[in-house]
């Protein structure tokens, strides 16, 4: 079934100056280690159910 | 990348990939990203209504900024992305289309949207298995989510997955994977 994608439409993405704070790095790097092991737990159960 | 497919990603393509349209005629042109240079920033101002300072990020050598190109003539920039490659993901710290690409009188359209696929690409490239953050506006999250597939997980920050670039990339990429 083909569903109708919206196109990405911004003129800019961003603000200067763009400066992460520590906190900010925190949560994205534990966001991306929770979301990995998520991908690999989904595997996991994914090659046991096969 | 018969991976993907055996992986069972659902995308459906509704442009022409690794191109930009004109929104006039319907044609659509193939493009290039490479790194710019000092140079290439000449006519690159404020002063030729561009929102930010460019010349800035180039200061900055963490940073690696992009320009996107029509195939055969770079020196016309269409859009520039800055991305800064970090230990476990790619930050997109800015994104920009060129003046005459802005609001509703836009020469082409798919800028953005190819420029942050190659921003996805890029983070598989380093190893980071595609993952992208960057700072939103508010009232532009349900934007992200819907066209790029983006997680909003608080404050101003979201997140582009794994699966959710892959699909960008395919979106954009296809005819070179």
């Keep these: ?27 994205i790097s534990e966001y991306i280690r929770s979301h ?3 991908m690999r737990l989904k595997t996991t159960k994914d090659r046991v159910n096969v | 990348m018969k991976k993907l497919v055996n992986q069972g990603i ?11 349209k ?41 940073r690696d900024v992009f320009k996107l190109t029509i195939v055969n003539n770079q020196t016309i ?8 490659v970090k230990s476990d993901h790619v930050f997109m710290n800015l994104v920009e289309s060129a003046p005459f690409n802005k609001g509703k ?3 082409y359209s798919g800028v953005p949207g190819n420029l942050v696929a190659f921003a996805c690409k890029l983070s598989f490239q380093r190893g980071h298995e595609g993952n992208i ?10 934007h992200y989510v819907e066209t790029l597939g983006a997680v ?6 979201m997140i582009i997955d794994t699966n959710a670039a892959l699909k960008l990339i395919n979106r954009y990429f296809t005819n070179i994977i």
């Design chain 1, 1 to 27: 079934m083909k569903n109708k994608r919206i196109e990405l439409d911004v003129d800019f993405i961003g603000s200067q100056p763009s400066k992460l704070t520590k906190e900010e790095e925190r949560m």
């Design chain 2, 10 to 20: 659902d995308i459906e393509i509704d442009e022409l990939t690794n191109s930009i």
């Design chain 2, 152 to 157: 909003h997980f608080g404050g101003r920050l």
């Design chain 1, 36 to 38: 990995k092991a998520k």
């Design chain 2, 77 to 84: 920039i269409q859009g520039l992305i800055s991305l800064e």
């Design chain 2, 22 to 62: 004109n929104v006039i005629s319907g044609d659509s042109f193939s493009t290039d990203i490479t790194r710019i240079t000092k140079a290439d920033l000449k006519a690159v101002t404020k002063k030729n209504d561009w929102q930010f300072d460019w010349k800035l990020e180039l200061k900055y050598p963490e």
């Design chain 2, 133 to 142: 953050a960057f700072i939103s506006k508010t009232q532009l999250i349900d």
């Design chain 2, 105 to 107: 009188t836009k020469i």
